[in-house]
């Protein structure tokens, strides 16, 4: 089920005595009742042999699903009806009065109807030959529950007070105006409802089953709030996208991911399914009381909270689940490196325990990022440089990506995961990997225009000087300032002559013959040409950008590149990384003369920075430090 379908982010636990009085409608989509002699007996039977021994315990039947039928004195049954049938049956007949109403809409198909219904519990249980195919099913159990209850009449009475007050069901009301109730059956009945999983073992957590040791009234408490307190912590955006979950569609309870996680952990010994956690767990409570089995999940929870909230794990972690590995990959690391401390939230906590498992950890993390990234035993240049544009686009991915978090880490941020996990994203060339202008006259017009606009941009007046009283940090900010503006006039000069001459009406006049447009406008395109031949395609020339950004971009030369990369980075226009910010912005280089063009010593500069941030990132004081507490 969707959410939308949903009244509640919760399924109830309601005593078979509770349903008393209410009217249930079956309507005409519903199959016909086809429980077997042999079902009716099992419940029967479980129900006798369930002997609680403290008033807290409880037997729990599977879910009924339901929600107001448009006469608001009904439930519409979903799903359940079978279950709601035989209880009618064991009910009225053991008891002599009727637990509930049920209802049922005419339509071609064989039905049960309200005659069909009181002759099987007045004893009328015969099966004729003209009986309808449900009709017979009906009679068959009815008389079953006539039969099973005569050797044991004095007992009625405490049966019945056992399955009233003692059995339970998971009762599920979902909106009256959401989906369909005719497609969620079907889905229902399909096996198609994941969100069912993790309601389903909460019950199971909370109930008494039959097979297993309950949980007290306090444990109850504490694991309902654990659980809505999960809940709320995975739905952080920044630590929901960090975990890069998958499996889980819009409007299905997180836990369920954490769950999944836990129960690949378990030596179970029937092979199941994501979509059979209520088989796992309901198996797992044969050997282990609810409370335990609660605090495995609390566990894990709390060890993926504590490399959350550690700068050194969050980084490389997230980098790892952002490059595709597995978190069962992960735990399997950690438990290789460090015993878990059951219940601490913070694993500097644990690593102060154990804090040469903890180094090794982080250095098993880093080295796994070395092998990701494509240099796991070596200086990464002697790879790098091989690496080329549209032949090794995921490995270049990668490295940018690194270089991303490496930087965010090292100025003390931490890098937005889920913000990079919304977008899709691409190599952006730094430098265009083709300057010329477009092919349409129209687009030409613009491109040299954006040009032209740049350049006027960059010479506006100078910056003021500071004044003479000001502090000596504001007067080296001014000089600053003011020295950037000298060097963006550097090149600027030549730059513009080059833009006039092509703007010029008496000799640039669009459209051109294609050859004598080129010649004029080879001096501007030579403007734009400083990184040569392959180069453009090699990892000094690319940036990691979205692809929504990328398409802004399209293939404009740089300052136009770059002033667009600055207008994106303004709120409500998307996630542009810190060090793509940075790479337009050349503060990868040490002592830029310009910022009109992308040269070869800015590529050179900027790769030595991809260098540096990488190998700090994955060698770090912080390892060491783990292992000198």
Known sequence: MSQKDVTSANPELKTIGELAGRKFLIPPYQRGYRWTREQVGELLDDIAQFKPSTDEEFYCLQPVVVRRAKDADQWEVIDGQQRLTTLYLIQHI???????????????????????????????????????????????????????????????????????????????????????????????????????????????????????????????????????????????????????????????????????????????????????????????????????????????????LGWFEDPDLYHRVGYLRHSGEKMTKLFELAKSHAKQVAGERDLKIVAQKAPVAQADFLETLAQRIRELAGFPDGDPDTEWNDLRYNVDNYRLHRILLLHNVGVAWQAGDRFPFHRYGAEKWSLEHIHPQNPEPPATPEARATWVKNAADVVAALQQPAPAEAPTNATEEVRAEAARR?????????????????????????????????????????????????????????????????????????????????????????????????????????????QPDQLLLWSAEDGRQYQAAIRQSVRQFLTAPQIARYAND
Do not use: M
Not at 502 to 521: I, K, N, T, V, W
């Open 482 to 590: 003011q020295a950037d503006h000298t060097a963006l006039l550097t090149n600027s000069a030549a730059f513009e002559e080059q833009l006039k001459k092509y703007q010029d009406p008496g000799s640039s006049e669009l459209p051109l013959p294609e050859a004598a447009e080129r010649e004029r406008l080879q001096p501007l395109l030579n403007a734009f040409a400083d990184l040569a031949g392959e180069q453009k395609d090699r990892l000094a020339n690319l940036a990691l950008l979205s692809r929504d950004h990328n398409a802004a971009l399209n293939n404009g030369t740089f300052p136009v590149k770059r002033a667009k990369v600055l207008g994106l980075v303004t709120p409500g226009n998307g996630f542009v990384p810190p060090a793509t910010r940075a790479v337009f912005l050349k503060a990868f280089t040490r």
């Open 94 to 304: 053991l008891g002599k009065v009727a637990p509930y109403e049920l209802n049922f809409e005419t339509a071609k198909r064989q039905i049960i109807g309200a005659e069909t219904l009181a002759a099987a519990v007045a004893g009328n249980t015969k099966v004729g030959k003209d009986d309808p195919l449900e009709a017979s099913y009906l009679k068959n159990a009815a008389d079953f529950v006539q039969k099973w209850k005569k050797p044991a009449e004095l007992l009625i009475e405490a049966f019945l007070h056992k399955l009233r007050e003692k059995t339970q069901i998971i009762w599920y009301e979902i909106a009256a105006d959401g989906e369909q109730a005719q497609a969620v059956f079907a889905r229902l009945n399909a096996g198609k409802i994941p969100l069912t999983q993790a309601e389903l073992v909460k019950a199971l957590l909370l109930q008494r089953p039959a097979t297993a040791p309950a949980a007290t009234a306090a444990e109850r408490r504490e694991i309902a709030a654990d659980w809505n307190g999960i809940e709320a912590e995975l739905a952080r955006p920044e630590l929901w996208g960090w975990l890069r979950p998958s499996g889980i569609a819009q409007g299905q309870p997180r836990i369920e991911w954490l769950l999944r996680q836990w129960r690949v952990q378990q030596p179970v010994e029937v092979k199941t399914s994501n979509a059979d956690l209520f088989k796992v767990f309901e198996q797992q409570l044969t050997k282990k009381p609810p409370f335990a089995l609660w605090q495995e999940v609390k566990c894990l929870f709390q060890q993926l």
